[in-house]
């Protein structure tokens, strides 16, 4: 591998085409798609589905069906042994990447060596290694994972340890998460990019080609929805982990600050703790979810990394029907946040989601909690006040372009001053305050439900999109405000985009100047196919029993399409 250097040694582009060389011949040459099925894809609008499934084999196609509970099962009764499992998965994942450049470091050799140790195991011994015994997982390229490079897709960071060399952590250094995930009987296959990068390119939307994955972790969204591994871990500091989600159809989990391990994992602006990046979940299920933040929490995170919260696996604060007899949840519904209406296709999707609520007897409150607007002025800020000098001079140091979607936090390409710090503060003052009459209109909504409790979660919009045209994205307070109240977020799929029902209402009025600007951007030929979905979110902490509300609105919906034949 060429090392990384300054733009002055070596151009980054061989850089680039030196690792690309190097990855691809970790796939093996049986994996390896022809050329004219590549070209194909190119100009197919939906490559999600049938079209990766036709090039599988039904071995390949029948195990990459199944989700985590059925694989644990067929590994627990010896039908299915680990390295079928990762060898399924690996192929599948191998053909996501040869599809839609999804891979920046491949690692099926060390997974398949590692699945025949569990298999080892399991024979020896009877019985499982872990909970997620086997299961393949990919991972945001933030990751430390043994063996593999961590770019980041930072041209200047290959061949390096976060920038640097000589540390003797290359290759060996792993994050926490990832150790718990080793513990437990997980298994790294490998680490998918940012959404846009000078690596990789352009990462598009597999469901409508012609749409964005979203960001910033729309790599590990793609690998989802292309299903390359059983679950995938993201990174969210303003909805990176939610909106993929909700753009590839998706499940995902995005918790408070402190439930899960961030320790040792590759960031920019990583003294930035006011309102910290998180790690979050994405998978094909509610019981996905469960299990995989289940499982992180029983390696007790907290004794080897002193900003995990102390904070088990609470059994109490779930939903129990039988133990809470009479008692019938209440939710808030925000259809729109008062300032950017959702594009027809979410509205649509909000509407299922408030009649399936509806039918099954649930009470529901109109949300108008304090504006979106004012945690739209706390984010950036709090998020970027430093600047971004190290994203920058990562950028700067290989000569590679800054990619569109920054353009904003260099305009011009020049690094922009940092805040001063008594105005940073007042930053945080205000983030504090926000917080507080949040939650006090949070618990004041105890006066208005039939059972005398606040309102156990919200349903919202994830973003005003079914995904977004590339470059057309302007609007992501409905996530970024969840990240600065630091709130529980669970994304759920609902429906499709479809030209034919998800027209702009004729008495449509903007809330205001950026929603009418935002409606403009709608246009329903080209959103036609693209997975629309909601999030429902809860207080600090609260995942467990957010977790119980999010499987009641799947249940829910799955009664409302047994009832209407359809999602309508």
């Known amino acids: 591998m060429l090392p990384a250097g300054s733009s002055s040694a070596i151009h980054w582009r061989q850089i680039v085409s030196e690792k690309?060389?190097?990855?691809?011949?970790?796939?093996?040459?049986?994996?390896?798609?022809?050329?004219?099925?590549?070209?194909?894809?190119?100009?197919?609008?939906?490559?999600?589905?049938?079209?990766i499934e036709h090039l599988l084999d039904p071995e390949t196609r029948n195990i990459t069906s199944l989700d985590v509970q059925d694989l644990v099962a067929a590994m627990a009764n010896g039908?299915?042994?680990?390295?079928?499992?990762?060898?399924?998965?690996?192929?599948?994942?191998?053909?996501?990447?040869?599809?839609?450049?999804?891979?920046?470091?491949i690692g099926f050799d060390n997974a398949l060596a590692r699945a025949k140790e569990l298999d080892d195991y399991f024979e020896s011994n009877g019985k499982l290694f872990g909970p997620l015994h086997g299961?393949?997982?990919?991972?945001?390229?933030?990751?430390?994972?043994?063996?593999?490079?961590?770019?980041?897709?930072?041209?200047?960071?290959?061949?390096?340890?976060?920038?640097?060399?000589?540390?003797?952590?290359?290759?060996?250094?792993?994050?926490?998460?990832?150790?718990?995930?080793?513990?437990l009987g997980a298994i790294p296959i490998g680490k998918a990019p940012e959404t846009n990068n000078n690596i990789l390119g352009y990462t598009?939307?597999?469901?409508?080609?012609?749409?964005?994955s979203g960001g910033s972790s729309g790599g590990e969204g793609v690998m989802q929805a292309l299903k390359g591994s059983v679950f995938g871990i993201g990174t969210d500091i303003g909805g990176s982990v939610s909106m993929p989600a909700a753009y590839q159809g998706l499940f995902s989990i995005k918790p408070s600050s402190g439930r899960l391990s961030f320790k040792g994992v590759a960031n920019t602006g990583p003294g930035q703790q006011v309102m910290p990046t998180v790690p979050g979940i994405m998978g094909h299920s509610i019981a996905t979810l469960k299990l995989v933040f289940q499982s992180l929490l029983s390696t007790e995170p907290w004794l080897h990394d002193s900003h995990a919260l102390p904070i088990p696996w609470r059994h109490e604060r779930e939903y129990d029907p039988d133990s809470e007899q009479g008692y019938k949840p209440a939710f808030g519904f925000m259809s729109n946040d008062g300032v950017v209406t959702p594009h027809p296709p979410i509205a649509r999707a909000l509407r299922i989601v408030h009649e399936a609520l509806d039918e099954s007897?649930?009470?529901?409150?109109?949300?108008?909690?304090?504006?979106?607007?004012?945690?739209?002025?706390?984010?950036?800020?709090?998020?970027?006040?430093?600047?971004?000098?190290?994203?920058?001079?990562?950028?700067?140091?290989?000569?590679?372009?800054?990619?569109?979607?920054?353009?904003?936090?260099?305009?011009?390409?020049?690094?922009?001053?940092?805040?001063?710090?008594?105005?940073?503060?007042?930053?945080?003052?205000?983030?504090?305050?926000?917080?507080?009459?949040y939650h006090d209109y949070w618990m004041s909504s105890a006066g208005k439900t039939h059972t005398g409790r606040p309102v156990e979660a919200v349903i919202s919009p994830v973003t005003p999109y079914a995904a977004v045209i590339p470059g057309k994205f302007r609007y992501s307070a409905y996530t970024n405000s969840l990240n600065v109240l630091d709130y529980v977020s669970i994304v759920i799929p609902v429906t499709f985009a479809n030209r034919d029902i998800d027209q702009v209402s004729h008495d449509y009025k903007p809330l205001t100047n950026e929603d009418r600007i935002n409606m403009e951007l709608y246009d329903a030929e080209a959103h036609d196919g693209a997975p629309a979905a909601v999030q429902i979110f809860g207080r600090r902490w609260t995942e467990e029993r957010l977790l119980s509300m999010a499987h009641l609105v799947v249940d829910a919906l799955e009664r409302y399409a047994q009832r209407h034949g359809r999602m309508v």
């Open 79 to 105: 039908s299915l042994s680990a390295v079928k499992v990762v060898t399924a998965f690996c192929k599948r994942a191998s053909y996501a990447h040869q599809l839609s450049n999804l891979l920046l470091e």
């Open 361 to 437: 007897g649930y009470q529901l409150l109109d949300w108008k909690p304090p504006s979106n607007n004012e945690s739209e002025e706390l984010h950036g800020p709090i998020a970027r006040g430093d600047g971004c000098p190290d994203a920058y001079e990562a950028i700067k140091m290989s000569g590679e372009p800054i990619v569109p979607e920054i353009d904003d936090v260099f305009p011009g390409g020049k690094l922009m001053p940092p805040l001063p710090l008594p105005e940073y503060e007042k930053f945080v003052i205000h983030m504090k305050d926000f917080r507080n009459r």
């Open 204 to 212: 598009r939307n597999p469901f409508n080609q012609g749409l964005s």
């Open 135 to 183: 299961i393949p997982v990919t991972l945001k390229d933030q990751f430390h994972v043994k063996g593999l490079e961590t770019s980041m897709a930072f041209v200047s960071w290959i061949g390096t340890f976060e920038g640097k060399r000589g540390t003797g952590k290359e290759r060996v250094f792993e994050s926490e998460l990832v150790r718990e995930l080793w513990s």
């Open 20 to 51: 690309l060389r190097v990855d691809y011949a970790k796939i093996p040459r049986q994996w390896r798609l022809e050329t004219h099925v590549i070209e194909k894809a190119r100009t197919t609008k939906q490559i999600a589905g049938s079209f």
